[in-house]
């Protein structure tokens, strides 16, 4: 579990580096509250990166995104979880 604005920056500076692996999103549903300030996405990820000798290692896996609307009209994550796996 990471918590805090530096341990999650440390955590996604290894995923935005030039040399980090490529992950990619699927977002199987979307749903907005009535209220229209919080909503929540749920898919499916791949990364893949370099493992020894040059071959592609890929991860799949699950994860769940709940975002909130912003006072100045954009959204951000509030909670973000994933697991591999399908």
């Known amino acids: 579990m990471v918590n805090g604005k530096n341990s999650i920056r440390m955590v996604w500076k290894g995923v935005v580096e030039p040399s980090a692996p490529t992950l990619t999103w699927t977002t199987t549903y979307v749903e ?4 229209g300030d919080i909503a929540y996405e749920y898919g499916t990820y ?3 990166s370099e493992a020894k000798k040059g071959k592609p290692k ?3 896996g699950k994860y769940v995104a ?3 609307k912003q006072k ?4 951000k994550v509030a909670l973000d ?3 591999t796996g399908e």
């Open 58 to 60: 890929e991860e799949k």
């Open 32 to 35: 907005v509250a009535r209220s």
């Open 72 to 75: 100045d009209g954009s959204w």
């Open 46 to 48: 791949k990364e893949t």
């Open 66 to 68: 709940v975002w909130k």
């Open 81 to 83: 979880i994933d697991n």
